[in-house]
């Protein structure tokens, strides 16, 4: 009987060192995961800046039933619209030409029920790329001066729309991250003071998109 009670206490004492010990272990975790805790915010920054980098094709469209005529009208057109650009202030190192399309609307043009009074139909570009925005908004407003000069022009197609670009990004990154990351701390002390808590430095961070 002695020996069956020393067994019992025995295993009570065990049963107690590992309930004590156990509590001490989840005690201790729950200290380490505290220490740990994080909150995720973003900071957000926008910068309004001109355009550096411009593109502008004016496409046009001739029509004729001799290709010697047709060239002769590709010619002109393409000299109309370099004068139309030099005369805004554009140089000849910025303006480019791309090979005109020229399509025998007879040949090419399957399943078109309507009678053109035309054999040969051409479709080009003069390119323009130039930083210079100032001059491309002031030409730009004066492009209806191309029609009164007998140029059709296709500027409503997408691929013949002027396109602004800006390539200095990289100048102007580092105060955009800065005011990200000014913005992104404002949030996170917020919610550190709602939650009695302190603000430490940074544990992870990703730069995002521009």
Do not use: C
């Amino acid at each position: 009987m002695e020996k069956k009670n020393q067994y019992i206490l025995v295993g009570l004492f065990l049963f107690l060192g590992l309930s004590v010990s156990g509590y001490f272990i989840g005690r201790g975790l729950k200290l380490f995961r505290s220490g740990e805790r994080t909150v995720t915010v973003k900071g957000l920054a926008e910068k309004e800046v001109l355009s550096d980098y411009i593109f502008w094709p004016i496409a046009y469209t001739v029509s004729d039933n001799d290709l010697v005529s047709l060239n002769q009208k590709i010619e002109s057109n393409k000299r109309i619209i370099v004068d139309f650009l030099m005369s805004h202030g554009f140089s000849k190192n910025e303006i480019s030409f791309s090979s005109p399309n020229v399509i025998d609307v007879q040949t090419q043009l399957y399943g078109q029920d309507r009678q053109y009074s035309f054999r040969y139909l051409a479709k080009g570009v003069v390119k323009l790329n130039t930083t210079n925005l100032k001059l491309v908004l002031t030409a730009s407003d004066n492009s209806s001066a191309l029609l009164l000069k007998g140029i059709v022009t296709n500027s409503e197609e997408y691929q013949n729309t002027i396109s602004y670009d800006f390539k200095a990004l990289n100048d102007i990154k580092p105060e955009m991250i800065e005011t990200a990351n000014l913005n992104a701390r404002k949030a996170a002390e917020q919610f550190a003071l709602d939650s009695h808590s302190k603000l430490g430095t940074i544990k992870t961070a990703t730069q995002g998109l521009f």
